[in-house]
């Protein structure tokens, strides 16, 4: 009975283990579209730097800027559905994580319980032992 108690414990620490390293992991792509929205908008809304050697005027005139900032809308598009997913999918992420260690914690708790019940039988198998010995063969007896 223990045995399989321990090892429900394992597989419910491992199970706890993967969910938080999914949630983790969830969160951390959720950080990198952020930043990479964040970074595209501050290219977008800059303003083009121009210099003598600078070909800023010769792409304004061509239609390349234009054409440039267009994509960048567009990937911004992209992006901001990206992460509107990805936001809606960390609840689920955030749900597997809380049953994970809901689990965690209940197999703990029985495995703990069970290692206490242990302990109070070998305690009193103990104490009847001693209690059931002749006062001779105990040599703590008094």
């Not at 992460?83 to 495995?111: C, I, M, W, Y």
Request: proline share 4%.
């Amino acid at each position: 009975m223990t045995d399989q108690l321990t090892q429900l414990a394992v597989l419910a620490a491992l199970q706890h283990d993967a969910a938080m390293a999914a949630l983790a992991r969830h969160n951390r792509d959720i950080e990198d579209l952020e930043s990479c929205i964040s970074d595209l908008r501050g290219l977008l809304y800059a303003a083009p730097a121009s210099g003598s050697e600078d070909a800023l005027p010769l792409s304004l005139a061509s239609g390349h800027y234009g054409t440039w900032q267009r994509w960048v809308e567009r990937e911004l598009t992209k992006l901001n559905s990206d992460l509107a997913r990805a936001r809606a999918e960390r609840d689920t992420f955030v749900r597997n994580a809380r049953q994970a260690f809901g689990r965690k914690s209940a197999t703990d708790a029985l495995v703990c319980r069970a290692k206490q019940a242990k302990r109070t039988q070998a305690r009193n198998r103990h104490e009847q032992s001693i209690s059931q010995d002749p006062p001779g063969k105990n040599p703590l007896f008094f």
